[in-house]
């Protein structure tokens, strides 16, 4: 009998700005195999904001509890609230056979990367420097201090691109998303992730699943 | 200055009569990036071939200075006649930046992954041997004897997939051009084959090229 076949582990990261959320969510929309991480928080729901699906509204007690007994594949700590990726949530997915999407800051997609190896990471990256502060800017939900503390914080993340293995620059948004569909897509059709044709065929395997 | 880009090699291989010159025809038409390696051979040209473009048409002794002199990637025999692909025009297409596609049995796509560990290796499967002894009788080229040792040669063949990066399906033809194409566009986007963008952040890069 064939095994289940497992997800993978898909990180998106990048800088603030960089349009990393609407590319998820566009990617989600369009393919049914995906399954999105519901981050944990311990704020308070916004008007509109359902429990389990946009987050998991949690205590910090709770919180602390899940980073104590590993539960958290990784979190930070943004202006006193605290957010995270519980594990359980993820590895459900992954044993379903759904690919999990992980949109995240920097930091928390190295911690990622770190516990997935094989891990499809993804860095988004702006048309240029002159570009990603005009779109910081033109959100208009922040103040000029706010933009030069983000634009900061971009030049800082975008050093860090080299941890991923694909680089994708939003430059027209049509073409980012379809860049990142084609890697999802590339990556099923990796040998190490298709067990089952080689099981099909008797082929043995000699690589373990590794990139 | 930003230095040239150089191309990568991209290797499809798999058994006779799966339709991998098909899917090749079909992804180089819509990739001007793409170049064809035009093989070398000791046959003589048929009607309505064009030397240079179909094949390149040299004799046996200068495709054994060739051999002798490291200047084929890989070749083979069959009945009587030489194949090969010559070192050469491979590596000007590379330096050129041009992706260069190699379709190519699955002894010589041996030799061309040990030459280029970098390459990335797409192996087209049938969705069954069913199917594939179809295709290859439904050819009406062949007679008996000749899909029998043909059929037998693809079982060969087909264990030896686990050689290959990528394993692609040819049930629907769209579905596969979709999946090599798909492959392609995301081996371009990996942090390896993008130093320019890498330079034009100054983002250092710690691995070197491979995969």
């Known amino acids: 009998m064939m095994k289940n076949k497992r997800g993978q582990v898909i990180v998106i990261s990048g800088p603030s700005g960089v349009g990393k959320g609407t590319i998820v969510k566009e990617i989600m929309y369009s393919d049914p195999n995906l399954a999105f991480s519901v981050s944990a928080t311990t704020r308070a729901p916004r008007v509109g904001e359902i429990d389990g699906r ?111 293995k694909y680089l994708v620059v939003n430059d027209k948004l049509e073409d980012a998303i379809f860049d990142v569909q084609c890697i999802i897509r590339a990556s099923r059709l990796q040998k190490t992730n298709r067990s089952e044709i080689l099981e099909k065929y008797n082929i043995s395997n000699k690589d373990k699943r590794s990139e």
Request: hydrophobic fraction near 35%.
């Open 54 to 164: 946009h987050y998991h509204f949690i205590s910090r007690e709770q919180f602390n509890d899940m980073i104590n007994s590993g539960d958290m594949l990784e979190y930070a700590e943004y202006g006193g609230t605290l957010y995270g990726t519980p594990q359980k949530s993820v590895e459900k997915e992954l044993d379903d056979g759904r690919d999990v999407i992980l949109e995240i800051d920097t930091q928390g997609a190295f911690q990622i990367i770190k516990k997935f190896p094989d891990a499809v990471s993804i860095f988004i990256l702006p048309p240029s420097l002159d570009e990603l502060k005009k779109r910081l800017c033109d959100r208009g939900t922040e103040n000029e201090n706010s933009v030069k503390i983000r634009f900061g914080a971009a030049e800082r993340e975008l050093s860090l691109a080299d941890k991923f």
